[in-house]
């Protein structure tokens, strides 16, 4: 073991798993759960450690430690991307790096990357064993992929038998790792704020991809929407905006990448939505779920720049539903559910006074094709006037005075 002083490692302990089942989640849904024991022996063409979003230092040393003085499956691409620099730079200094290189791994830079579809693309209809959180269809970057989510342990053994391997059956006892006490951070790269002075600010310089985000309109008194969409349950995020190289690239350009809005679902989507986006704008209709997966905003800000003012679902996903409200988009549920049934593309949606209404209750009315149904919100005071300023920037600018706002 080539660790530094300052770190506490007992890597000769073991710990009993006997007691533990590991579980694999397989294509193409994180709730597709299984046990390893009742899928081992698949062959696998990769397994990939890390992300930006979950794996932790542990994550990265006891895969580390289980193929430590081994080699992996000539077949497989063992894949580790560590989740950032600070986590990156403490393996290093444990020899933990080193362990992994020197079992075959492939070290790609820290961040999202094969997580989101950003390299690291499986091959087609082969099995990639993966440490992140999502394995919706084509997210890897590969639309014919096989993705399953497995723990660090799980990756591991599997990369050095190339195929999905319970760990428990190791011929060597389970890793016991331990964080370095004396993490290393970082401070030589810290860049001190400039001054409160704008014209002291060093100027933003910008290739032609970087765009400024637009402007939002604020929430109308009355509200008159055409349903450009009607979708089922368990819409995810990259089905709204998908995922991949060929899409991502243009994340900080919003005219840019709204034209991939959709894409899957509807090829015709983002045109119509462009057709009504100069008058009042469009509506999503839903089922429940909407919104499930990751929590990146652009499955949020693209639309609402394509006119999105309002989503109309059974039920939506925690974090997109948030995400909603931070660009401007009105999000309500059905009171009742049966009336998404009832609805249709190219409907119109009225709501009078709907400032008004929101803030009367949780409950509200809506006209559909000259009938009225029953919807509610979740919305607290604070997010009610996010909405009616057109999203968090313009309330924030509106409120950039008044400290408590920001509560």
């Given amino acids: 073991m080539n660790a530094d002083d300052d770190a506490d490692y007992d890597e000769t302990d073991s710990i009993d798993l006997s007691s533990l089942e590991p579980l694999i989640a397989l294509p193409s849904s994180p709730g597709n759960v299984r046990r390893v024991s009742e899928v081992a022996g698949e062959p696998i063409y990769q397994s990939y450690i890390g992300s930006s979003a979950n794996p932790a230092f542990r994550d990265f040393a006891v895969a580390a430690e289980i193929v430590r ?26 020899g933990h790096i080193n362990t992994l290189l020197h079992a075959g791994a492939r070290l790609h830079q820290a961040g999202c990357n094969g997580c989101i579809g950003m390299g690291q693309a499986p091959a087609s209809e082969q ?9 919706f269809p084509g997210r890897s970057g590969t ?14 053994a599997s990369a050095l038998y190339g195929q999905i391997t319970d760990p428990r059956a190791l011929d060597r006892p389970a890793p016991r790792v331990a964080d370095p006490n004396q993490p290393r951070l970082n401070h030589t790269m810290w860049q001190a704020p400039t001054s409160g002075n704008t014209h002291q600010r060093p100027p933003l310089v910008k290739g032609p991809n970087i765009q400024s985000l637009p402007e939002m309109e604020a929430l109308p008194d009355d509200v008159c929407l055409a349903v450009q969409l009607q979708l089922g349950d368990d819409i995810s995020t990259d089905e709204i905006m998908p995922a991949g190289s060929r899409v991502l690239p243009y994340r900080s350009n919003i005219p840019k990448i709204a034209e991939f809005v959709f894409e899957n ?11 009504c986006r100069t008058g009042d704008g469009h509506c999503i209709v839903a089922g429940d779920n909407y919104g499930q997966g990751s929590s990146r905003e ?11 003012r309002m989503v109309l679902a059974k039920s939506f996903a925690r974090i997109h539903w948030q995400n909603l409200i931070s660009f401007g988009v009105l999000p309500l549920e059905f009171a009742n559910c049966d009336d998404y049934d009832a609805i249709q593309q190219q409907d119109r949606i009225n709501i009078h006074d709907a400032r008004q209404q929101l803030r009367s209750g949780h409950s509200l009315s809506i006209e559909v094709n000259g009938g009225s149904v029953r919807v509610r919100h979740r919305l607290s005071p604070r997010q009610l006037s996010v909405l009616e300023s057109g999203g968090v920037i313009a309330w924030l600018r509106n409120n950039q005075h008044n400290d408590s706002s920001r509560v």
Wanted: charged letters at 25%.
């Fill in 265 to 275: 679902l509807d090829s015709q989507y983002v045109q119509r939505a462009k057709d």
């Fill in 69 to 94: 003085d081994k080699s992996v499956h000539p077949r497989v691409s063992f894949d580790i991307n560590p989740t950032s620099r600070q986590i990156l730079e403490n393996l290093v200094a444990s």
């Fill in 298 to 308: 652009h499955a949020a800000l693209a639309p609402r720049f394509l006119g999105l």
């Fill in 143 to 156: 639309t014919e992929d096989k993705v399953c989510l497995v723990s660090p342990e799980t990756a591991a």
């Fill in 127 to 135: 099995i990639s064993l993966r440490t992140v959180p999502r394995n």
